[in-house]
């Protein structure tokens, strides 16, 4: 039985995905089960994570999330855009706020794939004439 200010949604980056739940609260953000500061070694990514709350100038709400592939930032990333969607499920007269600071979008930029006769997806291999 689901209670009934649970509000869930999913954040999406790169190959990240963040499982995000936002419950009325003091502002506590736990992700995997631990705090987000001790989860996110840098400052940039925690920033990343409370920038919802900064542009709403609210954090009475607090946030358990479960985010799994990709790397720090991308998580970071997916995270934000959880967090973000999740709000606008809680209180509709937060979408406008948000979507101006484009919390709401979802990067859609992704990893290149590796074409042949290529080192990268667009590097080539060095050349040398003699």
Do not use: C, W
């Not at 900064?54 to 592939?69: P, Q």
């Not at 992704?110 to 050349?127: D, S, T, V």
Request: no cysteine; hydrophobic share 35%.
């Amino acid at each position: 039985m689901a209670a009934k200010n649970v509000f869930a949604r999913t954040g999406r980056r790169k190959s990240a995905v963040a499982r995000v739940r936002v419950v009325p609260g003091k502002g506590n953000v736990t992700v995997n089960g631990r705090d987000y500061k001790d989860y996110f070694g840098r400052t940039v990514d925690q920033k990343i994570v409370e920038k919802p709350f900064d542009v709403l100038e609210n954090s009475d709400y607090d946030v358990s999330v479960s985010v799994r592939g990709g790397g720090p930032t991308g998580q970071a990333g997916a995270i934000r855009h959880g967090i973000s969607r999740a709000l606008v499920n809680a209180n509709l007269d937060f979408k406008p706020a948000l979507k101006k600071a484009g919390l709401l979008t979802r990067d859609a930029r992704e990893k290149e794939r590796k074409k042949y006769g290529l080192r990268g997806a667009r590097r080539a291999f060095q050349f040398s004439k003699r």
